[in-house]
């Protein structure tokens, strides 16, 4: 399934898979946009089937009810929220339309990443470094932000873990953000495992 929007200013779509036998997926994204801007998460619940599901749900609402807080509060928040649950792995996206650039934060194996322009496989990338644990089990990691810019045609992509790694090794942005994310699910996604790909372009 795919799912095409416009939030703030730039496109977005989703493309998902759900692991065979189960009828609700442990991925989930959450988009809401805010004065400043908008909020990307996606969240991969762990395992599969209706408790990560739910666990995936209960990050969403938190993201979604005050998407202009910051990366770090929300993931703390998720934390708390989700203890006693399976839990989940996130990575988040602050995006400032304002001063064209985004903070981000990941735990887990959510991968993030922006290939900048439209220039095919050689571009230029920025990649988030991905803290390890699990939001809502255990100790979270120290959690820091970082900061980059994010500009008119740049690709914002992130891959939950059905997705396999490498879709990067020869990724092109030329197409418009649905190719791309059909694209890739049709390309990288493992079969045995939920998936989901987003993919958010400025401009």
Do not use: Y
């Amino acid at each position: 399934m795919t799912i095409d929007r416009k939030v703030a200013t730039f496109d977005l779509a989703v493309a998902r898979f759900v692991s065979p036998g189960q009828s609700d997926s442990g991925d989930l994204e959450a988009v809401r946009r805010h004065e400043r801007g908008a909020v990307i998460a996606v969240i991969d619940g762990i395992g599969h089937g209706l408790e990560a599901a739910a666990a995936a749900r209960i990050a969403h609402d938190i993201i979604a009810e005050d998407p202009q807080d910051s990366p770090i509060a929300l993931v703390t928040r998720c934390h708390e929220a989700l203890r006693g649950t399976r839990g989940v792995v996130m990575s988040i996206v602050s995006v400032d339309a304002t001063r064209t650039a985004l903070r981000w934060l990941g735990v887990g194996n959510v991968r993030a990443l922006v290939q900048r322009g439209c220039a095919g496989p050689d571009a230029a990338r920025a990649e988030l470094l991905l803290r390890a644990g699990v939001v809502g089990a255990g100790e979270l990691p120290t959690l820091r932000t970082s900061v980059i810019p994010f500009h008119e045609h740049d690709t914002l992509i992130l891959a939950t873990d059905g997705i396999r790694p490498q879709f990067a090794d020869q990724l092109s942005v030329a197409g418009p953000p649905r190719a791309i994310a059909d694209g890739i699910l049709a390309s990288h996604c493992a079969g045995s495992d939920d998936a989901l790909v987003l993919v958010a372009r400025v401009g």
